[in-house]
Each structure stands twice: as structure tokens, then as C-alpha cells.
């Protein structure tokens, strides 16, 4: 039932910006967390940023101070904002999602784990 789409991957020289967004749809009663990876090839994916329901936000050592994660006002979406990108910055960027929904009448809560198809992101001269 429950998707997330990511958007807005391409490519870009370095120093160039770039704004990725994943949108959550389906039966969602609370997203408890989205987060951004991101797997290069040959490489492990890796968790680049994360932001919780509270606002808590986590960056990857080699993004801080460059990329911002956001929550959009429906709070099912969620932003990359990528500055200064560099060569190394290239790789597939996954949305991810925990999900909560009621699933019977007691109120009990089902949580799911969600990834996203990726988008593509490469930076080169």
C-alpha cells in the first residue's frame, strides 16, 4: 500500500546544487522517520541523512555542512538539498521510511520499513 517515489536526481558539474525530494503515499497513519541513503557503485549503501518525527536530524560526516534534510509540511515528504556537490558525492540516493499504521480496532500499530527506487546523482566535470 505504501509507496515512497524519489525525484529530482541527475547530473551536475561539481560545485553545482541539487534538490532531491521523496514523497510517501498510501495508507499512512505516521511516518516515524525518513531518512536518505546513498550507494555508489562497488560500494555499501550508506546512510547520508536522517530526520525524525521530534526534528531530530543526523548527517554523514563527509555531507555536513553541505546537504540539508528536510520534512515538507505534510510530513510525508522529505528534502535533500545537496551544495557543492563533488565527484564523490555520485550514487544512487534512496529514500527511506519507517511507517506506522493502525491495523485493527484495539489501535494496534503496525511499523513497516520502506526504501524508494532511487535516483541517480553523478557529478562530473
Known amino acids: 500500500q505504501v509507496q515512497l517515489v524519489e525525484s529530482g536526481g541527475g547530473t551536475v558539474q561539481p560545485g553545482e546544487s541539487l534538490r532531491l525530494s521523496c514523497a510517501a503515499s498510501g495508507r499512512i497513519d505516521s511516518v516515524n522517520n525518513m531518512d536518505w541513503y546513498r550507494q555508489a557503485p562497488g560500494q555499501e549503501r550508506e546512510l547520508v541523512a536522517s530526520?525524525?518525527?521530534?526534528?531530530?536530524?543526523d548527517y554523514a560526516e563527509s555531507v555536513k555542512g553541505r546537504f540539508t534534510i528536510s520534512r515538507g509540511n505534510a510530513r510525508n515528504t522529505v528534502y535533500l538539498q545537496m551544495n557543492s556537490l563533488k565527484p564523490e558525492d555520485t550514487a544512487v540516493y534512496y529514500c527511506?521510511?519507517?511507517?506506522?499504521?493502525?491495523?485493527?480496532?484495539?489501535?494496534?500499530?503496525?511499523?513497516?520499513?520502506?526504501w524508494g527506487q532511487g535516483t541517480l546523482v553523478t557529478v562530473s566535470s
Open positions: 527511506h521510511a519507517k511507517i506506522s499504521r493502525v491495523v485493527n480496532v484495539e489501535g494496534a500499530v503496525a511499523t513497516r520499513e520502506y
Open positions: 530526520i525524525t518525527s521530534g526534528g531530530s536530524i
